[in-house]
Nanobody, 126 residues
Framework: QVQLVESGGGLVQAGGSLRLSCVAS????????MGWFRQAPGKERDFVAA????????NYADSVKGRFTISRDNAKNTVYLQMNSLNPEDTAVYYC???????????????????WGQGTQVIVSS
């Protein structure tokens, strides 16, 4: 079974940085994108960033543009999310997701993703 394993979360002060990693392991399949979503307590799961496995084509949520950078390493089946200038509103559980190559539609739609990790907690203190 394919698994996604996130790492790199933790506690950081406002203005600080974290780098999240997501590694696809086990039996892998083709995909057209990997993305990051986040979910704060009591809120819906929101899109953060995504990168396709080709171009690359990169998409960011407006709330993180200029602060977060998504990147990928095809050889390692890994996607990273570099988060700078963090603020308390960024506090959430961050999830990595894979979208297989038969999918279409906007990368920001969680319903178009097929496989999800367990999440990694990011807490930004003021």
């Amino acid at each position: 079974q394919v698994q996604l394993v996130e790492s790199g979360g933790g506690l950081v002060q406002a203005g600080g940085s974290l780098r999240l990693s997501c590694v696809a392991s086990g039996r892998t399949f083709s995909w057209n994108a990997m993305g990051w979503f986040r979910q704060a307590p009591g809120k819906e799961r929101d899109f953060v960033a995504a990168v396709n496995w080709g171009g690359p084509n990169i998409n960011y949520a407006d709330s993180v543009k200029g602060r977060f950078t998504i990147s990928r390493d095809n050889a390692k089946n890994t996607v990273y999310l570099q988060m700078n200038s963090l603020n308390p509103e960024d506090t959430a559980v961050y999830y990595c997701a894979v979208r297989y190559n038969y999918r279409t539609g906007a990368y920001s739609h969680p319903g178009t993703y097929d496989l999800w990790g367990q999440g990694t907690q990011v807490i930004v203190s003021s």
